[in-house]
């Protein structure tokens, strides 16, 4: 079946500018999460939604970011007034359940880049 | 606190020779899951295995063995015989069943394996 995506795969925006970036996760699957990976670093953690209960946003840098996922389904992670700092891939991850925690499936990331 | 230390920045190998892959955990909870992740060249994350922190059974699957030892904190990857298509980074990662993360995945910094012909 079809895995997860993420739109869109590039992104330039120029700083100052607001971005949404899409996730359409495995059908059927309840968790979704959120990660942001640095070059030569592994993925960190953001926020992640049960349903459409987000559950935790402790991961996310400040309140210029924010994420939701209205019917369950499809999410879309904001970026508010863009930074230079804020450059990196962004990618999602979706599992059966978050209890007991499962392996997460992760799309193929969108790159931001922030000029 | 939860952490998820791989202190092999990068290994390079020749075909065919076997090759470990180290990863040590620290957490505070009795349960919790281990996972390895392979992210080839072409940038995706492909998931390889979990395991729960009830079963140190050691795993193999094909030439991938994975090696789970609780009273090191250690999960280490053994891949025999390696190949060219094995050059990847793998990161192992580290989720809580009550602790802090629940469900989130915490990710060491990964190891970079490059397996020349």
């Known amino acids: 079946g079809a895995g997860v995506s993420q739109s869109p795969r590039y992104k330039v925006t120029k700083r100052g500018q607001d971005v949404a970036l899409r996730c359409d996760p495995i059908s059927g699957h309840v968790s979704l999460y959120w990660y942001r990976q640095a070059l030569g670093q592994g993925p960190e953690f953001l926020t992640y939604?049960?349903?459409?209960?987000?559950?935790?946003k402790s991961g996310l840098p400040n309140d210029r970011f924010s994420a939701e996922r209205p019917e369950g389904s499809i999410s879309t992670l904001t970026i508010q007034r863009t930074e230079q700092r804020d450059s990196a891939m962004y990618r999602c991850?979706?599992?059966?359940?978050?209890?007991?925690?499962?392996?997460?499936?992760f799309g193929p990331g969108t790159r931001l880049t922030v000029t | 606190a939860q952490k998820v230390t791989q202190a092999q920045t990068e290994i390079s190998v020749v075909e065919k020779e076997d090759v470990t892959l180290d990863c040590v955990y620290e957490t505070r909870d009795t349960t919790y899951y281990l996972f390895w992740y392979k992210q080839p060249p072409s940038g995706e994350l492909v998931f390889l295995i979990r395991r729960n922190s009830f079963d140190e059974q050691n795993e193999i699957s094909g030439r991938y063995s994975w090696n789970f030892q609780k009273s090191t904190s250690s999960f280490n990857f053994t891949i025999t015989a390696s190949q060219v298509v094995d050059s990847a980074v793998y990161f192992c990662a580290l989720s809580e069943r009550y602790g802090g993360s629940q469900g989130n995945l915490i990710f060491g910094k990964g190891t970079k394996l490059s397996v020349k012909p």
């Open positions: 991850a979706s599992s059966p359940t978050s209890s007991p925690p499962y392996e997460q499936y």
């Open positions: 939604f049960n349903y459409e209960a987000q559950q935790d």
